[in-house]
C-alpha cells in the first residue's frame, strides 16, 4: 500500500489559483417440467449449478462468530470470513448483514482473490469511539482486489468527532481515512452511507476502472479535512448519482489521475469539487481528463476550482466551464488567478451566468494571466479571455 507522504495529508486550505464561486448546477423460472424422479433430479442439480453461477456461496459473517453487538471488536471474525470468501473461486458474497452493528478496530481486506466477489453491506460497521493507531492510517482498506463489488445499504461510521476534537485540542494530527480501495481494478461500489470518518471518507489510490454509485456521504460541516471522496494516481474513475456533504471537499482529485467522470453529484455544505493541490514537494503530478456535469452545489465554500502550490511549477490548460448556472455568497464568484510564470492557456467559459446570492449586491470576476476563450453569454461580463 502507498505510503507516501502525500497519501495522508490534508489538503492545505489555503491558495487557490482558479476558482469558480459557490452554488451552481454544471451542464452542471422458470420452465418446469417433470418427467418422473431422476428427470426432477437433474433439474435441481442444474438449478443449483446456475444460481451459483450467478450469485455464489454467502459468507455470512455471523456465521463466522461475529456479534454485531456493537461492543464486541468483530475485526477479527470479518477477516476471517473475507479470507475464506476471497479463497472461493465460485463468485462468494462476503454478507455483513442488516439489524447489527459490528465494531471493528481496523479491517484490512487483501485480494488477490480467486474469482470476482461481492461484498454486500446491509448492516453498520462502526469504528471504535477512541483515538488510536492503525496500519497505514486507513481504518478500512480494500487492497490488490481485481473485480469487486462493494454493495448494500449499511453504514460506514467513522466516529470521527472524538478526532476532530482531538486535533482542536492539538492532541493529534490527523487521523485514519475510513474506507480506502487500494491497487484495486474494476471495482463498483454502490449505495453504502459513509458518515463522520475522522479524515478522508473514501479514498481511491492506485486503482483503476472504478464506479462509485448512488452512495451517500455525511459529515459536519465544521469537521476539518473530511473530504467525501478522494482520488490519486488513478485511471478510468466513475463517480454518479451521489450525495456529500461535508467539512471539506466533496470530491478531491489529485497526483497523477487521469480520466474521471463526475456527474449527478450533490454537494454541499463543504468545499466542493477539487482537483490539487498540484505541485507539493515539486513532484510531477498530471492530472487530466476530468469531466464534471449535472452536479448541484448548495452551501459550498467554491463549485469547481483547481488548487495549486508553488504555482511557478503548475501548467494549467484545456480547462472548460460550460453551462453554469447559480448563485455566489461571495462577491467574487469567478477566480481565475494563474501564476506569472506560467500562464493557464485554452481556459474555455461557454453560458455561465452567476448572480449574488444577496440580490443587493453585485458580483465581480478575478483574472490574472489567464488566456481562452468565452462564448456568450457570461453574465457578469468577463475581462479576460477572447471572445468565440
Ligand atoms: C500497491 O502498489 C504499490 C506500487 O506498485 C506498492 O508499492 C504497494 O506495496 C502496493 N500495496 C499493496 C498492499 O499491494
Ligand atoms: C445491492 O444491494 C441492494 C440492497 O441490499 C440489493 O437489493 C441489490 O440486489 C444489490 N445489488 C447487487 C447487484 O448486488
Ligand atoms: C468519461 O466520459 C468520456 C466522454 O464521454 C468517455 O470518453 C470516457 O470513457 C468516460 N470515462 C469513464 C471512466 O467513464
Ligand atoms: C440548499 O440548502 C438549504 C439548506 O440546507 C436548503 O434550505 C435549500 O432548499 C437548498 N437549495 C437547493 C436549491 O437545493
Ligand atoms: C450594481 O451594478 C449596478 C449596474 O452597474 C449599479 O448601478 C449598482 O450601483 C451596483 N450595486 C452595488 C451594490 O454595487
Redesign the pocket.
Known sequence: ??TSKDDYQPLPSTISSSRLGAKKNQQLISNHYQRGSVCTFTFLLFASLAVGVLSGPIYNVIHKGAKGDGKTDDAQALTDTWNAACSDSKVPTLLIPSGYTFLADQLYF?GPCKSYIRVQVDGTILSPYKIRAVRENHWISF??IEGITINGTGYIDGQGAVWYDGRAKQKCKSGPTAFVV??CSHVNLKGLNFKNSPMMHLTIQ?SFVVSVSGITITAPEDSPNTDGIHIQRSRHIQISHSVIGTGDDCISIETNTKDVNISHVRCGPGHGISIGSLGEDDSEAKVEGIRVSHCQFNGTTNGVRIKTCQTSAVQVSDVRYVDLVGSSATDEAILIKCSQSHPCTDIVLDNVRLKSADPRRNITNFCFNAFGTKKHPIVPALSCLTPN
Open positions: 500500500m502507498a487483501q487492497v490488490g487500494g491497487n492506485r
